[in-house]
């Protein structure tokens, strides 16, 4: 299966692919907020040990998806930008 093309999506595909990504952005943002926090006072509980640093390893990994995200709404939205100078 190809690839679609930005240039080949109309506008209200390319809008609508964009709250997609800005819906999974927060989300990732959350997960990594709420991984981050829970090690966090995990590790205030247990009064510095640090037994669940593991748990950290989605929050990293959902770092490079979150990045991947960001770059794709850079380019929707540069895409519908130059949509709108024409």
Do not use: H, W
Request: no cysteine; net charge positive.
């Amino acid at each position: 299966m190809a690839k679609e093309k930005l240039e080949d999506l109309s506008t209200e595909q390319l809008k609508k692919r964009k709250k997609t990504v800005s819906v999974f952005i927060g989300l990732f943002i959350g997960i990594i907020v709420l991984t981050i926090v829970v090690v966090v006072i995990s590790i205030i509980i247990d009064k510095g040990r640090f037994d669940n640093i593991p748990s950290l390893v989605p929050g990293f990994i959902l770092i490079f998806f979150l990045l991947y995200m960001l770059v794709a709404r850079k380019n929707i939205d540069e895409e519908l930008a130059r949509r709108n100078d024409k």
